[in-house]
């Protein structure tokens, strides 16, 4: 009887033992092999990013959108992108809009390009891959030529971005909310020339398809708008 006694404690205690256990993994989760092995620069990368890129048509949460859809769409094609590159290009090819980057007459992927490495340098980012992150910054803009995935990549992600729904809503992001300029249909003229010149400048495949549908997207949108709006007249 006390054997059996003794065996019935030792199952609580082991099942106790087990409950407690699975509550500390959820209030305390183990971190996986990939946060584990997550580079620190990365970090500081996004810290640098968050808290100085604000904007709400190119900043922190655009260069999210076109690091994870640089991915995607690579992803989609079968090409091998080197994800520090695009991490780094992604996350910082609008540097040069913010104050403290910015150049007076200096075009912001250019100026960007030139200054990345005062964001990269002395935190663990491995400097050798640096001139590849200066070339997808330089050439990031649509109606510009990337040479090399990732800036390809990069270059087709940032274009996209101001197709379909999110091009509308950053597009209008930007409208005066005081009456002035640009106005509505100042931004409307901006979104109509996205639609009209930007597809033809993507170059993946998968690209080109999304590029389709994004403009469609928006073309419906901007008919419906029109029907609203007396073609314009009462925006």
Request: net charge negative; proline share 4%.
């Amino acid at each position: 009887m006390t054997t059996e006694m003794e065996r019935k404690l030792n199952c609580l205690k082991a099942t106790s033992a087990w409950v407690m256990a699975s509550a500390l993994c959820l209030v305390c989760p183990i971190a996986s092999a990939a946060e584990i092995n997550q580079p620190s620069w990365r970090a500081q990368v996004i810290e640098l990013a968050k808290a100085n890129f604000k904007h709400s048509a190119w900043g922190f949460s655009h260069s999210v959108r076109d690091y994870d859809l640089a991915k995607s769409l690579a992803r989609q094609d079968k090409v091998e992108l080197d994800d520090d590159v695009l991490f780094a290009a992604a996350y910082l090819h609008d540097m040069a809009m913010f104050p403290d980057w910015q150049k007076p007459g200096v075009d912001h992927a250019d100026h960007a390009a030139a200054i990345v490495d005062t964001a990269l340098t002395g935190i663990g980012f491995p400097i050798e891959k640096i001139d590849r992150v200066r070339l997808a910054i330089k050439t990031h803009m649509f109606n510009r030529e990337p040479a090399g995935p990732e800036s390809v990549y990069l270059h087709d992600a940032d274009a996209l971005d101001w197709l379909g729904a999110i091009g509308i809503v950053r597009t209008f992001s930007m409208i005066d909310s005081n009456g002035g300029q640009p106005d509505a249909r100042k931004m409307v003229a901006v979104l109509e020339d996205y639609i009209k010149n930007v597809p033809s400048h993507v170059i993946s495949p998968s690209g080109k398809i999304l590029a389709i549908e994004r403009n469609a997207e928006a073309a419906r949108y901007l008919s419906q708008l029109k029907s609203e709006s007396s073609n314009l007249n009462s925006l």
